[in-house]
């Protein structure tokens, strides 16, 4: 080591003195840790920065780049995703009198391949729904189950919903006078 700094009055010391203090101190905190680390970590290295006393010191300023989002694999992910291919589909259909119904929508539907984006979306989405839990419950009973489709009960008008263009119209009043709507979707 060179000469010790700590022996000589603070205001008198010189940019050697300070690198010194610094060689100095790091000497002692590698000396304390010693014990405390594990034999695979090495020490931290220790930077000594040279300044040339006429020239001023100038730091870069580096901006730092936006941390790029990352979607998460759920459910709703998986919806969304559905409800573009959904709605990408139903925007190539043509309804009567500037109304889409629901019925229509299934038919479409039922024509197309299994394998149409529109299916495969479906079936992506409902993985994430609790699939897993209710195949464990089929085959503790002896049955595998299957996906479910769109066209299955109700499931369509559900996510219709989501569509743009979307309303809901009365369609008709029981005896008892509870009204029954429909959806539908506006084609204009």
């Known amino acids: 080591m060179t000469n010790n700094p700590f022996n000589k009055p603070f205001n008198t010391w010189t940019i050697d003195d300070f690198q010194d203090a610094l060689k100095i101190t790091w000497a002692k905190q ?4 010693a014990t405390l680390i594990p034999t695979f970590m090495a020490p931290p290295t220790i930077d000594v920065v040279e300044l040339e006393r006429s020239e001023p010191i100038v730091t870069e300023v580096v901006k730092a780049e936006p941390k790029q989002s990352e979607v998460k694999d759920t459910k709703h992910t998986r919806m969304k995703v559905f409800h573009k291919e959904l709605q990408a589909f139903i925007s190539t259909l043509h309804g009567k009198n500037g ?4 019925k229509t929508i299934k038919r479409a539907i039922d ?3 299994r394998t149409h984006s529109v299916h495969t979306t479906y079936r992506a989405y409902l993985e994430k729904c609790g699939w897993k839990r209710r195949q464990r419950s089929l085959e503790k009973w002896g049955s595998m189950g299957r996906f479910w489709d769109l066209t299955d009960y109700n499931r369509i008008s559900n996510h219709l919903k989501y569509m743009s263009r979307h309303y809901t119209e009365c369609a008709y009043k029981t005896k008892r006078g509870h009204k029954v709507y429909k959806n539908y979707i506006a084609t204009y």
């Open 99 to 102: 109304k889409l119904d629901v």
């Open 111 to 113: 024509r197309l391949p």
């Open 30 to 33: 590698d000396a304390s840790k």
